[in-house]
């Protein structure tokens, strides 16, 4: 079974920028479409950032242009650089490899905490 162990949240101030990282066990990770994920207080998780296997990237429209994936296979890691911090960005951040049908494929990670306030 693979574990996700999501890091690298905290505390930053509007418009600062923090890099999350997401390190998967298993193997075959090169092999998935990995996603970033978040979850606010009162709402539903969303995807907010995908990169395929070959690397192609898509991002939601409230962070396209400030957020950037990116993966290193050799580390079985994935990785979300969050530039241009804006308090709705705030939320419970977490990554997973999403199915076709947008429902994900392995359990869930304890997600890593990101709170935008000054």
């Known amino acids: 079974q693979v574990q996700l162990v999501e890091s690298g949240g905290g505390l930053v101030q509007p418009g600062g920028t923090l890099r999350l990282s997401c390190a998967a066990s298993?193997?075959?990770?090169?092999?998935?479409?990995m996603g970033w994920y978040r979850q606010a207080p009162g709402k539903q998780r969303e995807l907010v950032a995908l990169?395929?296997?070959?690397?192609?990237?898509n991002y939601a429209d409230s962070v396209k242009g400030r957020f950037t994936i990116s993966r290193d296979n050799a580390k079985n890691t994935v990785y979300l650089q969050m530039n241009g911090l804006k308090p709705e960005d705030a939320a419970v951040y977490y990554c997973?490899?999403?199915?076709?049908?947008?429902?994900?494929?392995?359990?869930w990670g304890q997600g890593t905490l990101v709170t935008v306030s000054s």
């Open positions: 298993g193997r075959f990770f090169s092999s998935y479409a």
């Open positions: 990169i395929t296997s070959l690397n192609s990237t």
């Open positions: 997973n490899a999403p199915r076709l049908d947008m429902s994900v494929l392995w359990p």
